[in-house]
């Protein structure tokens, strides 16, 4: 692992852009943060709250989850989020402009109720984006979370799965006709099958979901990025890493990167075989050459 930044207020939800340089969020700093190949650390945007996963959509604009901000707690300088602080300000699905830095916000509820904690995000080829909602927790209670599907113009959003414990990282399958959940808590991977744009095939309707793996020992999931061949990693906490999930038999080989809080991976290089991963407890961003090359985002022209 090559560390490429460092100092970052808990990074997450990485784009490696086809400058060089890293798009990514800082969840305790409240911004969408721009990291140059040497390392620099240039703010694009203040979003507030807790901006979380990110995505380039069709327009070209960064989509953000934003959950609303956390309680942090400071652990040997490290930091650690909570349940819902007291500055919490809603969750939000927000644009945000590249050029200007402008923050617009497209969603904060669907059918009347309320985005809790947006959490993650991916785009699929018709510019439509599937979207988790982990909710809050707030003492003795918590929210249950939900699988979302929605459009930028800001006049679609459904809930598509509901109930889901913690669902945190969501991607899709090569060919999109799946996509994947990983659940916090129980650091389970879930799929559903695609039958349409923001519609699940048959008894994947009812929020039956298939159960992909899930490694042994105490671990937590988080967020993900798919492979060119399928296999799904996901960020691990506490046995950090990466945990690569074959989807056909659920087989995973874990990738440690050193840091209890990795939290999110993506792949860029001009083959797709580097990977960007955030050390969040450590406040860094990394680098590693991948055997297996990502598959391309849509919308991230290379």
Not at 241 to 270: K, L, W, Y
């Amino acid at each position: 692992m090559q560390e490429i930044a460092s100092g970052l207020l808990f990074p997450e939800g990485p784009i490696a852009m086809p400058d060089g340089s890293v798009l990514l969020v800082e969840i305790a700093r409240g911004t969408l943060s721009r990291v140059l190949p040497d390392g620099t650390v240039e703010v694009v945007a203040e979003t507030g709250g807790g901006p979380n996963g990110a995505a380039i959509g069709p327009d070209g604009a960064v989509y953000i989850c934003n959950n609303g901000g956390f309680e942090w707690h400071k652990h040997n300088g490290q930091y650690i989020p909570g349940d819902s602080g007291p500055d919490y300000s809603g969750g939000r699905i927000e644009r945000v402009d590249l050029n200007s830095g402008e923050v617009r916000v497209i969603y904060t509820e669907c059918d009347g109720v309320p985005l809790r904690g947006p959490n993650d995000i991916v785009f699929d080829k018709q510019g439509g984006f599937w979207f988790t909602d982990m909710g809050k927790g707030y003492g003795r209670q918590k929210d249950r979370g939900a699988l979302f599907y929605a459009t930028i113009d800001g006049a679609h959003i459904k809930q598509i799965v509901f109930p889901i414990e913690t669902p945190n990282g969501v991607g899709l399958s090569p060919d999109e006709d799946m996509v994947y959940v990983a659940e916090t808590q129980g650091a389970r991977l879930w799929g559903w099958e695609i039958e349409a744009p923001g519609k699940l095939k048959g008894r994947a309707q009812t929020g039956q979901k298939a159960f992909i793996g899930s490694p042994s020992g105490l671990c937590f999931f988080d967020s993900m990025a798919v492979e060119a061949d399928g296999t799904v990693c996901v960020a691990t906490i506490t046995n950090g890493g990466i945990s690569r999930i074959n989807p056909q038999d659920g087989s995973i080989r874990h990738v440690p990167t050193g840091d209890a809080m990795t939290t999110n991976i993506c792949f860029g290089g001009e083959d797709l075989k580097t990977a960007y991963i955030t050390a969040s407890s450590s406040g860094t961003l990394v680098k590693t050459e991948w055997d297996t090359p990502g598959t391309p985002l849509n919308f991230l022209n290379r």
